[in-house]
């Protein structure tokens, strides 16, 4: 593994960020600074993929959140992510925002209490209009499809 995407317990890894456009829309995306290779060595614990789709509520013409809004949005973004920094119980695979939409999709083991985790972020947050989505992803046909079309490291 290369030292700049080690994990040191207690430390998150840093994020990439990158934007493309799709259908005419800006695309922006973030992911943990793992390279796509040390993915593939983590995949066999996490076989679950969770799907969170947050339909924004305040959005520009172009789909992207108004920057008061978005700014408003960093204790969901957090309930959602942090549980997954320390990769033992799930990874962030990719946050993509599109089309008034910001998608989280994430890895999970097969213990995870997806129905607990649920429960909790639906209850703090219940304003909040989200699509909650599980599916058996043991190949990670997902990320493997984000990492060829917009050429992940």
């Known amino acids: ?3 700049r995407t080690e994990l040191t317990p207690g430390v998150p890894r840093p994020w990439l960020l990158s934007n493309t456009t799709y259908e005419g829309y800006p695309t922006y995306f ?6 796509v290779s040390e993915f593939e060595s983590l995949r066999p614990r996490f076989p679950v993929l969770l799907t969170v789709t947050h339909h924004l509520g305040a959005v520009k013409s172009n789909g992207l959140p108004e920057s008061e809004y978005n700014l408003s949005l960093m204790d969901l ?7 997954f920094e320390e990769e033992l119980h799930g990874l962030v695979a990719v946050v993509e925002t599109f089309a008034g939409k910001r998608t989280y999709y994430l890895y999970v083991s097969a213990s995870f209490d997806l129905d607990e985790f649920e429960r909790a972020i639906t209850s703090c947050h219940a304003d909040v209009r ?11 046909r ?3 499809g984000y990492a060829r079309d917009f050429q992940f490291p």
């Open 1 to 3: 593994m290369d030292s």
């Open 30 to 35: 973030r992911r943990p600074d793992i390279r």
């Open 77 to 83: 973004d957090s309930a959602l992510l942090e549980p």
């Open 130 to 140: 989200m699509a909650w989505e599980r599916d058996d992803d043991p190949t990670w």
């Open 142 to 144: 997902l990320f493997r």
